[in-house]
């Protein structure tokens, strides 16, 4: 089946510095890739779609200078969290797409980011 | 933006009983789907039931869509204490990106032994 791994699972950092968090699918290419972010006991919340080759689209309220996104190759993605603040501490979870565009996410492990 | 809902918040029952949670959505979709999440991890895909679709079984989990009422059901059977974990319905929206999902608030069900 499809795997999404995401690496780190889990980093602390101290406020106003940045940290970068990949999202690679193992055994497929994923010419888009989704970022979520999940506060503590909330649903998931898009941030941004990621597109292989061109610039992510950003939701509404999410920063693009802040949360950087660069889809270098079918099967990487990451996501660069600059000049983080402790507001920035969440779960981030990336996904990808269906293997044969059948509408289903296949989603990473998700990695718990702590700002101090 | 839509989001969909899904109540109950939380469910709380014992082994061997069934669990049904319920998620509505506001405007047209392609389809719905059900994931689940283990505490502090990621998602996992359960099951996708699109637009022209009422029905669909996979298993224990059998989900039923009306797009009348704008509304779907979770049906988990015969449930286990691993099944304990919280259930998000998500939507892909008629006109919206392929993948572009929303993501209700979940429900946060509780299997006891």
């Known amino acids: 089946g499809a795997v999404v791994s995401q690496h780190p699972s889990w980093v602390i950092c101290k406020s106003g510095t940045s940290v970068k968090i990949e999202c690679r699918s193992l055994?497929?290419?994923?010419?888009?890739m989704f970022w979520y972010r999940q506060f503590p006991k909330q649903s998931l919340m898009l941030m941004a779609t990621s597109n292989e080759g061109s610039k992510a689209t950003y939701e509404q309220g999410v920063e693009k200078d802040k949360f950087l996104i660069n889809h270098a190759s079918l099967t990487l993605s990451t996501l660069t969290v600059t000049s983080a603040h402790p507001e920035d501490s969440s779960f981030y979870i990336c996904s990808a797409g269906g293997l044969a565009g059948g509408g289903e996410q296949y989603f990473g492990p998700g990695t718990r980011l702590t700002v101090t | 933006s839509q989001q969909g809902e899904e109540d109950p918040q939380a469910l709380s029952i014992q082994e061997g009983e069934n669990a049904t949670m319920n998620c509505s959505y506001k405007?047209?979709?392609?389809?719905l789907q059900w994931y689940r999440q283990n505490s502090g991890r990621g998602l996992v895909h359960l099951i996708l039931?699109?637009?022209?679709?009422r029905e669909k079984h996979s298993g224990r989990l059998r989900v039923t869509l009306d797009t009348s009422k704008k509304s779907s059901s979770l049906l988990i059977t015969a449930s286990r204490a691993a099944d304990t974990a919280s259930y998000f319905c998500a939507t892909e929206h008629y006109g919206g990106s392929q993948g572009n999902l929303i993501f209700g608030k979940g429900t946060k069900l509780s299997v006891k032994p």
């Open positions: 055994d497929f290419q994923a010419t888009t």
């Open positions: 405007t047209s979709i392609n389809n």
């Open positions: 039931i699109r637009s022209n679709e």
